[in-house]
């Protein structure tokens, strides 16, 4: 089966600058997570989708990042506007079965 | 709330040697546990998982790991390092119900010395 897919794979904006982050989940899968690591500090939740609904976004930093999942399908997160602190790696992961994510391979942001 | 410590950010170990990453975590219940692995330019790939039942779990690439509650820990071992182990490790824990999110630890930098 095809894996999760994100891209792109890397970003590098200036501040103040807007990116859009997407991830394909696998097909099937109704759980959708969103991670991110900032410079060599722990992986951090940012929210979790069942289907196109939000059921926890407790790990958003703030409102300049929005996160949407078109019909259940791929999400995008959208930071806007970009902050030097937003650079790190976001990662993406889909479950069906609780607990039993696949993760994609990361975007890596640098915001300049 | 739960938390995960991995002792030591990075760690050397000659080829051949035992491989020995450290992971405490906090939960006021038993959760579940995970270790991934980062290869580099690469995504997170399960290595392992406790659930439930046996306390002694095997992995991929001939890893393993013991989840011990009395001491609330679940360090990773394999008997004998490759080159190709070279990667940064993660334990991570989720709750057993609910959105089953994951904390991580802050990840060990494993490096294997020829």
């Known amino acids: 089966e095809a894996g999760v897919t994100q891209f792109p794979s890397h970003s590098v904006i200036e501040k103040g600058q807007t990116v859009t982050l997407r991830c394909d989940p696998i097909s099937g899968h109704d759980n959708l997570y969103w991670y991110r690591r900032v410079m060599g500090k722990e992986i951090k939740f940012l929210l979790h989708f069942v289907k196109e609904s939000k059921q926890d976004e407790s790990g958003m930093p703030n409102n300049r990042f929005l996160a949407e999942r078109t019909g259940g399908t791929y999400s995008t997160l959208k930071v806007q506007p970009a902050e030097l602190e937003d650079s790190g790696v976001y990662f993406c992961?889909?479950?069906?079965?609780?607990?039993?994510?696949?993760f994609g391979s990361g975007t890596r942001l640098t915001v300049v | 709330a739960q938390s995960v410590t991995q002792l030591g950010s990075h760690v050397s170990v000659s080829e051949g040697a035992l491989v020995l990453l450290r992971c405490n975590y906090s939960?006021?219940?038993?959760?579940?546990l995970f270790w991934y692995v980062q290869y580099p330019n690469q995504g997170l790939q399960l290595l392992l998982k406790y659930t439930t039942g046996a306390t002694l779990v095997k992995g991929i690439n001939g890893f393993e790991a013991e989840f011990k509650k009395s001491e609330t820990s679940f360090h990773l071992t394999k008997p004998s390092a490759h080159m190709s182990d070279a990667a940064e490790y993660f334990c991570a824990v989720s709750p057993t119900s609910g959105t089953y999110k994951y904390i991580f630890g802050t990840g060990t930098r494993l490096k294997v010395l020829a």
């Open positions: 939960s006021s219940v038993p959760p579940y």
């Open positions: 992961a889909s479950s069906q079965t609780p607990a039993r994510y696949t």
